[in-house]
């Protein structure tokens, strides 16, 4: 899991105490920085989630699967050539 990624869940489970948060994780997680990606991908809305963002949590997305997902959806792709395109991805990694 990413700095991102963390961030993220502790800003849905804690809103403005997702830096408390943070700091409690084991290892440095840079909040600033995390919380200006949030800013950039549109998962966060100030220290709230968007429902992109919220979205992105609960299924335990990684920001990259995430916009692979959004991509298709936003194209009009098919389901099962969306699904094949991340499975296909996941291989690759």
């Known amino acids: 899991m990413t700095a991102v990624e963390e961030t993220l869940a502790n800003v849905v489970v804690g ?3 997702a830096k408390r948060l943070n700091d409690r994780m084991l290892g440095e997680v840079p909040t600033k920085h995390a919380i200006g990606k949030l800013l950039e991908y549109e998962f966060i809305d ?3 989630p968007t429902p992109l963002g919220r ?3 609960r299924h335990f997305l ?4 995430a916009f692979l997902l959004l991509d298709g959806i936003r194209k009009g792709r098919d389901p099962f050539d969306i699904v ?4 296909f991805a996941d291989e690759e990694l």
Not at 84 to 87: K, L, R
């Open 15 to 17: 809103g403005s105490a």
């Open 46 to 48: 100030g220290l709230e």
């Open 55 to 57: 979205a992105v949590t």
């Open 62 to 65: 990684s920001p990259d699967r």
């Open 84 to 87: 094949a395109e991340v499975e």
